[in-house]
């Protein structure tokens, strides 16, 4: 028998987050964001739940070309654009969407010879200073773009960095408005934290990612606990082994967690190799036997440790919930300093993901 660990994959719960979304924002179509491998839930799996999307959208030029082999038609998006002139063969031949964010893509568009135009996305770095093109180098670009024949769309493109946090994106907003201003074309700039909170930002289209697996852009789950989105993937496993400790008893690496009582501890087929995060302390959620508890002492590679105070009844072979609907991941992540975006994305290949 394999170690009893899996991610369970809810594809219901995606087309159900695609819902949701396309509800915040109804005159925008919708690039799913799936990078990072759909965001840790495996590429074959989240492009199931998603078809009615408008659009995938990724980094890797293999996982676009993977989507098209499965026989998605519809658009594709690269965030980050082209890494070398030659990508733009590929990007010709399976009919991509790129994103331009330096003078040298330009340049090799302008070199290239595509079967059709390609449709563009012109990116403004608005203030996050992490890509694309300044405002005022911005309108040159897009001009430039335009009057080549292998152009056939141009749509402004930008990201927000703090559309979570009270700032917002008015400062970002403006910068858009400026570089932006009279070209005319499409608009893309919502991520998640803009889609549900920041309608101004929604233009043509937006770009979901964090919101579709149901975790928060802010890393906190009471933020989007009233708007109907659920969580896509449980993280489950079971108890191999139950001790009872005597008060003193200390546990795991480190001896960092001392019992103040003698007591049952649980032992769980789950650690940071497979992706449960090794800075979690005592304390962080965990859903044991249908009962809530808390871990005990250091996250081993392999094994972590819970409290079966709560649940006298847990047994060896009681299931475990690490995250899912019970135990949220933005929980998870928050105890241990990090968010529900790494999380998911790090769950680790030795995990098999189920679909549910
Ligand atoms: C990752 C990413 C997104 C999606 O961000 P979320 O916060 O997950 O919604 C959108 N646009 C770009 C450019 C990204 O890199």
């Keep these: 028998m394999p170690r009893p660990i899996v991610a369970m994959v809810d594809l219901a719960a995606l087309a159900s987050n695609l819902t949701i979304v396309r509800r915040h924002a109804p005159q925008s179509r919708v690039w799913s964001v ?3 491998n759909g965001y840790g839930h495996g590429l074959s799996a989240v492009w199931q ?3 009615q999307t408008d659009g995938f959208t990724l980094l890797d030029l293999n996982e676009a070309v993977v989507l098209r082999k499965k026989g998605w038609r519809g658009p594709i998006l690269l965030l980050e654009g082209f890494f070398q002139p030659a990508d733009l063969e590929e990007i010709d031949r399976y009919r991509l969407t790129t994103a331009v964010h330096s003078d040298w893509q330009i340049d090799a568009l302008r070199r290239m010879t595509p079967r059709a135009p390609l449709d563009i996305y012109l990116k403004l770095n608005s203030g996050m200073n992490r890509l694309g093109f300044s405002d005022r180098a911005l309108p040159g ?6 009057e080549l024949k292998q152009v056939a769309t141009l749509t402004l493109m930008t990201h927000f960095a703090y559309a979570d946090m009270p700032e917002g994106v008015e400062a970002q907003m403006a910068v858009v408005a400026r570089a932006g201003d009279g070209l005319t074309g499409p608009r ?3 991520n998640s934290a803009a889609t549900l909170w920041h309608p101004k930002t929604h233009g043509q289209w937006v770009r979901p990612g964090i919101i579709l697996y149901g975790a928060s852009p802010s890393g906190d789950w009471q933020d989007i606990a009233a708007s109907g989105l659920r969580p896509v993937m449980t993280l489950e496993s079971e108890l191999i082994a139950v001790q009872s400790v005597p008060a003193g008893g200390r546990i795991g690496y480190g001896g960092r967690h001392r019992l103040s009582e003698t007591q049952r501890v649980g ?6 190799a497979d992706g449960y995060p090794r800075h979690a302390p005592t304390g962080t959620p965990v859903w044991v036997d249908g009962v809530r508890t808390r871990t005990l002492g250091a996250v081993s590679m392999d094994m972590l440790m819970v409290d079966l105070q709560p649940c006298p009844q847990a047994r060896i072979g009681a299931k475990v919930e690490l995250w899912g609907d019970h135990v949220k991941i933005d929980e998870v992540a928050a105890a241990a300093g990090t968010l529900g975006y790494e999380l998911m994305s790090a769950l680790a290949p030795r995990v098999t993901v189920q679909l549910r």
């Excluded at 670009?141 to 335009?146: I, K, M, R």
């Excluded at 032992?267 to 940071?272: E, I």
């Design 49 to 51: 739940g998603l078809q």
């Design 188 to 190: 893309c700039l919502a």
């Design 34 to 36: 799936v990078k990072a």
């Design 141 to 146: 670009a897009w001009q430039a773009l335009s």
């Design 267 to 272: 032992v769980v087929a789950c650690g940071y």
